[in-house]
Each structure stands twice: as structure tokens, then as C-alpha cells.
């Protein structure tokens, strides 16, 4: 790697593990189901909230449909639009300008392309508009620093950093945007499900009695990564199959399964002190990525208690996607099929349809709506909204997760959050003609972690 490495802000105080969630059992503050806050007097004459896409792929363009059909929420526009690369931006604008013509406001000059198009896409905005930070993991702290040095709201999209100093970097704009009273949202969006919110009231009430275990399972077909085509360049086609390479996204597991693992934090309503892992990839595999394509993680919590996470991504194979909870009295189910609010208690320990003994009311908002709705209405009201050091931690206990798998090692909260490993030191400075950190071997395939020798952490 020829790119130098570039000084970056940390926190100045290390978090326990159940500050982080401090702010999670909070359910007004999460839900935006009510009719949003009279519109706050915007420091624009027009009153219209302005929004930059930066990383303009699937992702981001359905963030962008979410955030301008915030119902009530007063005027809001896209104005700038940044991605690495132009066939993408462009994919995207034609898209949105079909379906919210009105509100699509990107004439050529104002869309950007390039490592540095980020920055000249937040230096369009005012106080008051939003920076959508929506590409890739890798880049996600510095783009959240300079949008916070500028003065403009965020929301970013999981994940957030791709290894610990990033995470500590997240955790340092936050602290800096609390002091400017700007607002971030961070996409884990079932964050913001009141039907989630209902449960989580019960369970603190003592409706499930002790939590003794949380099972979590994002278990998937995910197709192999084929051979990069001569014509593309190294670095291009890692950062387009940013899930494959770990430098870029922190690989499929981080950026994946982040909601479960977060979802299990937040049902614990702690951090856990330590996790187990282990993982592999089946003898047939032709996946030429740095990705396993099985995980297992045993989380323990300061008094014991265990939570299981597992993902899988073979095809042919049982599938499931949902998070369980187990209390001394009973189990419940706290999420489904694509992150659906399928929340439900059961009489017993037994996980069953015809065991169900409360279902929660629907959510009247996707989840995706729901976190654009309440960062509108906190933007309008001037209410705090800040979710970044919560999800900054998450993150981490996602790191931690995938560090134990890859090393075959039990690693700690501890080591996870002090460790100043990077995939790619000077990552900020990055340009289109640096080398790639990884290369391929001579059949064309990718450095995956080999559990006891593996290193990163």
C-alpha cells in the first residue's frame, strides 16, 4: 500500500459497554409514527431541506426515495450527488428524476465524480440540509468528520467503519456534532419499528423474565465472486464488489449482518465483554473474494449470558432470517424475513406458530421510512438526534465478532476497541491510481482469513 496514512481525531473517553445503549430503550425517541413537528424555521429564506447523495448505488438511491417522501415534512430536495463512479450517478439520477421530478434538483455542474467528489458535494450545502453518506464503510469516518466540520446534518448508512480506529473516529464526530447540535441518523433502521419498541418495553417490564439467550440468523444464497474481467482496473473492481474485500466495507459478514448483531445488543441492552467464533468456506467453493461463506459467534455479556449469531450464504441450504429472544419465563421472536417486524411472544421456550401468545401491532412505516421520518422531524424541531455513537458501538461488537471467526481466537471488548488495526492505513488519501492494498494470486483469488494464523486485530 503506497497511500500514507493521515491523522485521525479518537474519543476522548472510552465507553462501558452499557452507555452505548443508553439511548436505545428511549422509544419516543426513535419512533417517528405521530405527525412530524411543526416545521422549525430553516436557516434557508425557502425553508426547503437540501441533500447531497454521496454513493449513489441501490443503496443510497432508495435512501433518497425515503427521504423525500417523509410525509409532512415540509420541502425537501436533492441537490447534489457524488459517486466514485459516473455510470452509477447517473443510474441513479435518471431513476429518482422519474419519480420525484419536483423534487430532484441535480443539474450536471452539481453532479460529482471521484474520491474527492464528497467533499465538494457537502461544500454545496448549508446549516440545516443533510449529507447522505450512503457509499462505501471504508470511507464512512471521514466523510462523517468533514460533513461535521462543516456544520451539516448526516445520515449514514450501515456500515460505519471498517475497523476499530474508524470506529473511534465515528465516535469523535459524534462527540464534536453533539457540541454543534447537529443531528445524525445511522441506518440500522429497525431501530425505529414500534413494534420492536413494544417488545423491548415488555421485556424491561420483566415479561420474558431474565434474558439468559438471543439467537440472531441472517442465513442466505450469496453468489460467488467471479474472475475480474482484464479490462477493468484492480482498484475499481474491489471497491465496486465492496462486500468481497474487507478494506473496503469490512466484507459481507460486517456489512451485512450488522443489524442482527445490533438488534442482539439492544434486547441485552449491553455490549458483550467477549466472542467466539468460527467459520469456513465449503471444499467446492470457486468464490475468489476475501469472504467465508459460514459464521458462527458466541457473545458472552458481563453476567453470563450468551448470545448465538449465525450466518450462512450457500445456496441449496436452510434459510432463515430472524432474531429469538429466551428469558427465564419465555421466548419471543423480535425480527423477520428482511429485517420484517415479525414480533411476537410465545407461551414457553417453545418457537412455534401455534405457541404465540401476543402479536405486536403493525408498524405503519417500513423501517427504511421510519429513520427518515424522525431525522426530518428532529431537523424541523430541533430535537436531539444523534444515533451515531450507539451504532459506532454495534459496529464494533460486529468487528469483534468477525475477528474471533477470522482468528479462531476468543477476543474482548477490551482489545477489540483499543486495537489500532487498519485494513488500509491512509485510506483518506486514496486516489484513483493508488495500488490496492490486496492482490490477487495467480489464479486470480483473493487473501481469506485462515483461522490461527489470521491477523486483524
Same mark, same amino acid.
Given at each position: 500500500?503506497?497511500?500514507?496514512?493521515?491523522?485521525?481525531?479518537?474519543?476522548?473517553?472510552?465507553?462501558?459497554?452499557?452507555?452505548?445503549?443508553?439511548?436505545?430503550?428511549?422509544?419516543?425517541?426513535?419512533?417517528?409514527?405521530?405527525?412530524?413537528?411543526?416545521?422549525?424555521?430553516?436557516?434557508?429564506?425557502?425553508?426547503?431541506?437540501?441533500?447531497?447523495?454521496?454513493?449513489?448505488?441501490?443503496?443510497?438511491?432508495?435512501?433518497?426515495?425515503?427521504?423525500?417522501?417523509?410525509?409532512?415534512?415540509?420541502?425537501?430536495?436533492?441537490?447534489?450527488?457524488?459517486?466514485?463512479?459516473?455510470?452509477?450517478?447517473?443510474?441513479?439520477?435518471?431513476?429518482?428524476?422519474?419519480?420525484?421530478?419536483?423534487?430532484?434538483?441535480?443539474?450536471?455542474?452539481?453532479?460529482?465524480?471521484?474520491?474527492?467528489?464528497?467533499?465538494?458535494?457537502?461544500?454545496?450545502?448549508?446549516?440545516?440540509?443533510?449529507?447522505?453518506?450512503?457509499?462505501?464503510?471504508?470511507?464512512?469516518?471521514?466523510?462523517?468528520?468533514?460533513?461535521?466540520?462543516?456544520?451539516?446534518?448526516?445520515?449514514?448508512?450501515?456500515?460505519?467503519?471498517?475497523?476499530?480506529?474508524?470506529?473511534?473516529?465515528?465516535?469523535?464526530?459524534?462527540?464534536?456534532?453533539?457540541?454543534?447540535?447537529?443531528?445524525?441518523?445511522?441506518?440500522?433502521?429497525?431501530?425505529?419499528?414500534?413494534?420492536?419498541?413494544?417488545?423491548?418495553?415488555?421485556?424491561?417490564?420483566?415479561?420474558?423474565?431474565?434474558?439468559?439467550?438471543?439467537?440472531?440468523?441472517?442465513?442466505?444464497?450469496?453468489? %460467488?465472486?467471479? !474472475?475480474?474481467?482484464?479490462?477493468?482496473?484492480? +482498484?475499481?473492481?474491489? #471497491? /465496486?464488489?465492496? &462486500?468481497?474485500?474487507?478494506?473496503?466495507?469490512?466484507?459481507?459478514?460486517?456489512?451485512?449482518?450488522?443489524?442482527?448483531?445490533?438488534?442482539?445488543?439492544?434486547?441485552?441492552?449491553?455490549?458483550?465483554?467477549?466472542?467466539?467464533?468460527?467459520?469456513?468456506?465449503?471444499?467446492?467453493?470457486?468464490?475468489?473474494?476475501?469472504?467465508?461463506?459460514?459464521?458462527?459467534?458466541?457473545?458472552?455479556?458481563?453476567?453470563?449470558?450468551?448470545?448465538?449469531?449465525?450466518?450462512?450464504?450457500?445456496?441449496?441450504?436452510?434459510?432463515?432470517?430472524?432474531?429469538?429472544?429466551?428469558?427465564?419465563?419465555?421466548?419471543?421472536?423480535?425480527?423477520?424475513?428482511?429485517?420484517?417486524?415479525?414480533?411476537?411472544?410465545?407461551?414457553?421456550?417453545?418457537?412455534?406458530?401455534?405457541?404465540?401468545?401476543?402479536?405486536?401491532?403493525?408498524? %405503519?412505516?417500513? !423501517?427504511?421510512?421510519?429513520?427518515?421520518?424522525? +431525522?426530518?422531524?428532529? #431537523? /424541523?424541531?430541533? &430535537?436531539?438526534?444523534?444515533?451515531?455513537?450507539?451504532?459506532?458501538?454495534?459496529?464494533?461488537?460486529?468487528?469483534?465478532?468477525?475477528?474471533?471467526?477470522?482468528?479462531?481466537?476468543?477476543?474482548?471488548?477490551?482489545?477489540?476497541?483499543?486495537?489500532?488495526?487498519?485494513?488500509?492505513?491512509?485510506?483518506?488519501?486514496?486516489?484513483?491510481?493508488?495500488?490496492?492494498?490486496?492482490?490477487?494470486?495467480?489464479?486470480?483469488?483473493?487473501?481469506?482469513?485462515?483461522?490461527?494464523?489470521?491477523?486483524?486485530?
Amino acid at each position: 500500500m503506497t497511500c500514507q496514512t493521515e491523522s485521525s481525531s479518537t474519543s476522548s473517553r472510552k465507553p462501558t459497554r452499557r452507555e452505548a445503549l443508553a439511548t436505545g430503550g428511549k422509544a419516543a425517541a426513535g419512533i417517528a409514527v405521530a405527525a412530524l413537528a411543526p416545521p422549525h424555521v430553516h436557516a434557508a429564506e425557502d425553508n426547503t431541506i437540501r441533500l447531497a447523495l454521496i454513493g449513489c448505488g441501490g443503496r443510497g438511491s432508495g435512501a433518497a426515495g425515503n427521504a423525500l417522501s417523509v410525509p409532512d415534512g415540509g420541502p425537501v430536495k436533492l441537490f447534489a450527488m457524488a459517486d466514485l463512479f459516473e455510470n452509477r450517478l447517473a443510474a441513479s439520477h435518471k431513476a429518482l428524476s422519474q419519480r420525484f421530478a419536483p423534487q430532484v434538483d441535480v443539474p450536471p455542474e452539481r453532479r460529482l465524480v471521484g474520491f474527492g467528489a464528497y467533499r465538494r458535494a457537502i461544500d454545496l450545502l448549508r446549516p440545516g440540509d443533510v449529507a447522505m453518506l450512503t457509499g462505501y464503510a471504508g470511507w464512512r469516518p471521514l466523510q462523517l468528520e468533514y460533513a461535521v466540520a462543516k456544520g451539516i446534518h448526516v445520515f449514514m448508512e450501515k456500515s460505519f467503519a471498517t475497523d476499530p480506529p474508524g470506529v473511534r473516529r465515528i465516535i469523535a464526530a459524534s462527540e464534536a456534532a453533539e457540541k454543534k447540535n447537529l443531528k445524525i441518523a445511522a441506518g440500522l433502521m429497525c431501530r425505529h419499528s414500534p413494534a420492536r419498541h413494544e417488545l423491548i418495553r415488555r421485556i424491561r417490564d420483566g415479561a420474558l423474565g431474565e434474558i439468559q439467550l438471543i439467537r440472531g440468523y441472517r442465513m442466505q444464497p450469496v453468489g %460467488p465472486m467471479g !474472475p475480474k474481467p482484464d479490462d477493468v482496473q484492480e +482498484l475499481h473492481w474491489q #471497491i /465496486r464488489n465492496f &462486500t468481497r474485500f474487507f478494506w473496503v466495507s469490512g466484507g459481507l459478514y460486517a456489512e451485512m449482518d450488522i443489524h442482527q448483531i445490533d438488534e442482539i445488543c439492544w434486547l441485552k441492552d449491553a455490549l458483550p465483554v467477549s466472542a467466539h467464533g468460527i467459520g469456513g468456506r465449503a471444499p467446492d467453493s470457486t468464490d475468489r473474494s476475501q469472504n467465508l461463506d459460514s459464521h458462527h459467534v458466541e457473545y458472552t455479556f458481563a453476567d453470563g449470558a450468551k448470545a448465538l449469531f449465525d450466518a450462512r450464504y450457500l445456496s441449496n441450504c436452510f434459510n432463515e432470517f430472524a432474531t429469538f429472544v429466551h428469558g427465564s419465563k419465555r421466548a419471543a421472536q423480535f425480527s423477520g424475513q428482511t429485517h420484517a417486524p415479525t414480533v411476537h411472544t410465545y407461551r414457553d421456550q417453545r418457537v412455534a406458530k401455534d405457541n404465540i401468545d401476543w402479536r405486536a401491532e403493525a408498524d %405503519p412505516y417500513t !423501517p427504511w421510512q421510519a429513520e427518515w421520518n424522525a +431525522l426530518i422531524a428532529a #431537523i /424541523r424541531g430541533d &430535537t436531539p438526534h444523534n444515533e451515531a455513537r450507539r451504532a459506532a458501538l454495534s459496529n464494533l461488537a460486529d468487528i469483534m465478532g468477525r475477528a474471533a471467526i477470522h482468528s479462531g481466537k476468543i477476543v474482548t471488548w477490551d482489545e477489540a476497541y483499543e486495537s489500532d488495526f487498519q485494513w488500509c492505513p491512509g485510506l483518506d488519501r486514496l486516489a484513483d491510481d493508488t495500488p490496492p492494498p490486496v492482490q490477487p494470486d495467480a489464479a486470480g483469488r483473493y487473501p481469506a482469513p485462515t483461522p490461527g494464523t489470521w491477523i486483524e486485530l
